[in-house]
């Protein structure tokens, strides 16, 4: 299945960004909450924003490969998903105001759960 790939490079992903609010929380002896720390706040925020968006695509991506769609489509689907992730993570992770790749990562993601969506509406109906 072409969509563990993914799942197992976003999964790794989501544990690099935990390891971020981990070391910022044992630097600053921060054990609940944020303390108030502004950089807390921020690894929270683009951890959280991860796992808001990546399990529906992950989902969606699945449903696409099941339904017998060419892996070429599942894989740049995929990786667009990743990249998307990576973009917005590193933007995100650098300033809570706009950067390029927070904006960029956000588009990217939003397109690829467009397309996922749409392609998948178009299976259910044409019973691909």
């Given at each position: 299945m072409i969509t563990a790939l993914y799942a197992g490079l976003l999964g790794l992903t989501f544990i690099t960004l935990s390891f971020k609010i981990v070391g910022i929380r044992k630097s600053k002896s921060i054990g609940i909450g944020d303390g108030g720390n502004e950089k807390l706040q921020l690894a929270c925020r683009v951890q959280a924003n991860f796992a808001e968006?990546?399990?529906?695509?992950?989902?969606?991506?699945?449903?696409?490969?099941?339904?017998?769609?060419?892996?070429?489509?599942?894989?740049?689907?995929?990786?667009?998903?990743?990249?998307?992730?990576?973009?917005?993570?590193?933007?995100?992770?650098?300033?809570?105001?706009?950067?390029?790749?927070?904006?960029?990562?956000?588009?990217?993601?939003?397109?690829?759960?467009?397309?996922?969506?749409?392609?998948?509406?178009?299976?259910?109906?044409?019973?691909l």
């Open positions: 968006y990546v399990p529906i695509a992950l989902i969606l991506l699945a449903i696409l490969e099941l339904n017998s769609w060419a892996s070429i489509y599942v894989h740049i689907i995929g990786a667009s998903l990743v990249i998307g992730r990576l973009l917005h993570a590193w933007g995100y992770g650098q300033s809570s105001g706009t950067s390029l790749g927070r904006v960029s990562g956000t588009l990217v993601t939003w397109i690829v759960i467009i397309a996922l969506s749409g392609l998948n509406i178009y299976s259910a109906i044409l019973g």
